[in-house]
């Protein structure tokens, strides 16, 4: 292949596709940097990708696109994408959280990144319908971990994301009280508000979130311009939102109907807006 910089532009936009395929998404400034090329140029590159079908743009970067609403990605797929703003928010989440806490955690790649987080805060009891996050939890346990958390697995039918979901999970969930709900989606909006492509997911998580007493939700900047095939939360319904952007078409309204922002300010932490 030709330098970069001295790339054309099909040969461009076969470099950024295949990023986005192999990673799940990229932003503007890692593709200038590593085509060295102009913001203005990998813009227009994003833009005929985007009109093609072949990706999705969303604020800074671009996505896998062209994805039906019902269509779910396993939960592989979903780890490898925005991985430093999970982390990131991750972090910031888990301020949150007092030690001996009862707390509830959604399935989700952003919520099994909270989990490894919170493996060191003691005296925990945590609720979850994740396999993989419980999984974190047990991990922690074997190597000795500091927070020796108590973990309740909900049961229910397993999701391609690796979620169990359905009456049993439900009935589980309904008779738990917890101090805070950690909630993942997959599509986020100030007109659809939280959204997911599988309706028993949907119904567990409308059943989480009338067993806490406090909502945090985490969303990276992916979910702004997803939508799921049905809404199960409102934004009204949030009481501290946690994410890596918050794009100024929905500043306004987020700042009316959630309780609380924190954007992400940086690797260390997140500064309130």
Same mark, same amino acid.
């Given at each position: 292949?030709?330098?970069?910089?001295?790339?054309?532009?099909?040969?461009?936009?076969?470099?950024?596709?295949?990023?986005?395929?192999?990673?799940?998404?990229?932003?503007?400034?890692?593709?200038?940097?590593?085509?060295?090329?102009?913001?203005?140029?990998?813009?227009?590159?994003?833009?005929?990708?985007?009109?093609?079908?072949?990706?999705?743009?969303?604020?800074?970067?671009?996505?896998?696109?062209?994805?039906?609403?019902?269509?779910?990605?396993?939960?592989?797929?979903?780890?490898?994408?925005?991985?430093?703003?999970?982390?990131?928010?991750?972090? +910031?989440?888990?301020?949150?959280? *007092?030690? $001996?806490?009862? /707390?509830? @955690?959604?399935? &989700?790649?952003? #919520?099994?990144?909270? %989990?490894?987080?919170?493996?060191?805060?003691?005296?925990?009891?945590?609720?979850?319908?994740?396999?993989?996050?419980?999984?974190?939890?047990?991990? +922690?346990?074997?190597?000795?971990? *500091?927070? $020796?958390?108590? /973990?309740? @697995?909900?049961? &229910?039918?397993? #999701?391609?994301?690796? %979620?169990?979901?359905?009456?049993?999970?439900?009935?589980?969930?309904?008779?738990?009280?917890?101090?805070?709900?950690?909630?993942?989606?997959?599509?986020?909006?100030?007109?659809?508000?939280?959204?997911?492509?599988?309706?028993?997911?949907?119904?567990?998580?409308? #059943?989480?979130?009338? %067993?806490?007493?406090?909502?945090?939700?985490?969303?990276?900047?992916?979910?702004?311009?997803?939508?799921?095939?049905?809404?199960?939360?409102?934004?009204?319904?949030?009481?501290?939102?946690?994410?890596?952007?918050?794009?100024?078409?929905?500043?306004?309204?987020?700042?009316?109907?959630?309780?609380?922002?924190?954007?992400?300010?940086?690797?260390?932490?997140?500064?309130?807006?």
């Amino acid at each position: 292949m030709a330098e970069p910089g001295s790339l054309l532009a099909h040969q461009r936009r076969a470099h950024i596709l295949e990023e986005v395929r192999r990673r799940g998404g990229v932003r503007v400034n890692e593709l200038t940097r590593s085509l060295n090329v102009s913001d203005m140029t990998v813009r227009r590159d994003l833009d005929a990708l985007a009109r093609d079908g072949l990706l999705q743009k969303v604020h800074g970067g671009a996505v896998l696109g062209g994805e039906p609403s019902s269509h779910e990605p396993g939960f592989d797929a979903k780890s490898g994408w925005e991985r430093a703003a999970k982390g990131s928010i991750a972090r +910031a989440a888990a301020t949150l959280v *007092a030690p $001996g806490s009862a /707390v509830a @955690l959604s399935a &989700g790649t952003t #919520t099994h990144a909270l %989990a490894r987080e919170l493996t060191e805060i003691p005296g925990l009891t945590v609720v979850t319908n994740s396999i993989r996050t419980a999984e974190v939890f047990e991990a +922690a346990r074997l190597g000795g971990g *500091a927070s $020796g958390a108590t /973990v309740l @697995l909900t049961g &229910g039918i397993r #999701t391609p994301s690796d %979620a169990l979901v359905g009456p049993v999970a439900d009935r589980a969930i309904r008779s738990l009280h917890v101090d805070v709900l950690f909630l993942g989606c997959h599509g986020l909006g100030t007109s659809t508000g939280l959204t997911t492509p599988n309706l028993a997911e949907a119904e567990t998580n409308r #059943t989480f979130l009338r %067993a806490a007493r406090r909502t945090v939700v985490l969303a990276d900047r992916t979910k702004w311009t997803t939508v799921g095939l049905t809404t199960f939360a409102t934004l009204d319904q949030i009481d501290v939102l946690v994410t890596d952007v918050l794009p100024p078409e929905e500043a306004a309204a987020v700042a009316e109907r959630v309780g609380e922002v924190l954007v992400v300010g940086g690797p260390d932490g997140a500064a309130p807006r």
